[in-house]
Each structure stands twice: as C-alpha cells, then as structure tokens.
C-alpha cells in the first residue's frame, strides 16, 4: 500500500469542514458573503482531490467492488432521506417536501436527480465509472482522455440540468 499524503489528507479535511460550517443556517446568513466566496471552491476542490485519489488500476471487477463502497450507502441514505421527505416533509413544511414516493420516483431520485445530501456520493460515482472507463480502456494521449472525460462529464451534467 502506498503511504498517504499527509497535506492532501489535510486539505480534503479543511474542504469537509468548510462544507459542514457552511451547511449550518447561522452561518450561511450571518456571513452571506464569505458563504458565496467559500462555494465557489470549497466542494470544486473537495471532489477534484477525490478523484484524484481513485485508484482506477484495477481489472474491472475489483473497480466495481470498490465503486460498491460509494453506491451502497448512497442508496441507503438517499432511500432514506426520500422517504423521510415523503412521511414527514409536507408537516415540517420541508421546501424539499415528496408527495408521491413511487418506484419511478425513486430511480429518478436515485439515478437522476438526487433530493438529499448525498448527491456529492452520485456525483462520484458517475465520475469515477467515466474516469474509468476512458483512461482504463482507451488507447490515446492521456490529454485527449482528460478532454473526452470532461466532455462526457460536462454532457452528463448538461442533459440532466
């Protein structure tokens, strides 16, 4: 196992904190303008040092047992969370309240567009299977795999906007 980088561990955690701090109400409206100044970086760099760090070195299905650990809890907790909404959004007065929780509903939830906090969890996943796939199984420059790879993922997030 190769040994960690203490300063990317760092950052990462400075990028968690900052999400967290900037998550809780009071915050965000005592400091409207620091909130507008830390989003423009703080998940940007948070998911740029994590997909940095993904080891796409592997044969497929030790990658898909490793992308396992991230869609398994997404599931879960995205599952959750809609049907937390669904039972008790509308009397809490939620602005993220569901009315109708069928399956349908929750694929597109789940696949699409997710309502909860684990969005960042799709996010990776679909970047990681496209990070994958172009730089495991295509054969050119490692500049034209970045470029393809941020089409594919810019394409992705255009058509679901």
């Given at each position: 196992m190769q040994q960690r980088i203490a300063e990317i561990d760092y950052l990462k955690g400075v990028m968690i904190i900052l999400v967290v701090m900037f998550h809780l109400v009071a915050l965000d409206i005592a400091y409207p303008t620091v909130r507008m100044a830390v989003y423009t970086f703080h998940v940007p760099v948070f998911l740029i040092i994590s997909g940095y760090l993904t080891n796409i070195n592997k044969n497929?299905?030790?990658?898909g047992k490793s992308l396992l650990r991230l869609i398994v809890p997404y599931i879960v907790f995205e599952s959750v969370y809609m049907v937390l909404l669904h039972s008790f959004g509308g009397g809490l007065n939620a602005t993220l309240s569901i009315e109708t929780l069928t399956l349908k509903d929750v694929a597109i939830r789940l696949l699409v567009y997710p309502v909860g906090a684990y969005w960042y969890l799709q996010v990776l996943i679909v970047c990681g299977i496209v990070y994958y796939l172009v730089f495991h199984f295509l054969?050119?420059?490692?500049?034209s795999k970045f470029l393809l790879m941020s089409t594919i993922v810019y394409a992705i997030a255009y058509s679901v906007r």
């Amino acid at each position: 196992m190769q040994q960690r980088i203490a300063e990317i561990d760092y950052l990462k955690g400075v990028m968690i904190i900052l999400v967290v701090m900037f998550h809780l109400v009071a915050l965000d409206i005592a400091y409207p303008t620091v909130r507008m100044a830390v989003y423009t970086f703080h998940v940007p760099v948070f998911l740029i040092i994590s997909g940095y760090l993904t080891n796409i070195n592997k044969n497929p299905e030790d990658y898909g047992k490793s992308l396992l650990r991230l869609i398994v809890p997404y599931i879960v907790f995205e599952s959750v969370y809609m049907v937390l909404l669904h039972s008790f959004g509308g009397g809490l007065n939620a602005t993220l309240s569901i009315e109708t929780l069928t399956l349908k509903d929750v694929a597109i939830r789940l696949l699409v567009y997710p309502v909860g906090a684990y969005w960042y969890l799709q996010v990776l996943i679909v970047c990681g299977i496209v990070y994958y796939l172009v730089f495991h199984f295509l054969k050119m420059a490692n500049s034209s795999k970045f470029l393809l790879m941020s089409t594919i993922v810019y394409a992705i997030a255009y058509s679901v906007r």
